[in-house]
């Protein structure tokens, strides 16, 4: 994996404004990362490119949405406590869900940083 990282360092590096760019369904590079849980490579993204955080795809997901309906929510390190502590907006949608997977999960985390 840390030549996947490198590579997509390098890449941003060499030209960030990539990670502004949106494919055919609005997905951002971090809504990418995110529903698939590499919080590696969202936390790269994050470093170059803050601003996209609450960005919406054509279905009005944010990331952090993303990230919890994929269940990449296990933890301290997780994909999801990443983008809340990075400053994602707490919809009262995403809040509700991120509410019921703590509480289905007994993850202590997610109410930790809400709050």
Request: hydrophobic share 40%; glycine share 6%.
């Amino acid at each position: 994996m840390n030549q996947h990282i490198d590579y997509a360092t390098n890449n941003i590096k060499l030209n960030p404004s990539l990670l502004g760019i949106k494919d055919f369904k609005g997905m951002t590079p971090l809504h990418c990362a995110a529903m698939i849980g590499n919080t590696e490579l969202c936390s790269l993204i994050l470093t170059y490119n803050r601003s996209c955080i609450n960005n919406k795809n054509d279905d009005g997901n944010t990331p952090l949405l993303l990230t919890i309906e994929a269940l990449c929510t296990e933890g301290e390190e997780s994909t999801a406590a990443l983008l809340l502590s990075a400053g994602a907006n707490l919809e009262a949608e995403i809040f509700s869900k991120l509410i019921d997977y703590a509480i289905d999960r007994d993850i202590v985390v997610y109410i930790r940083i809400a709050f």
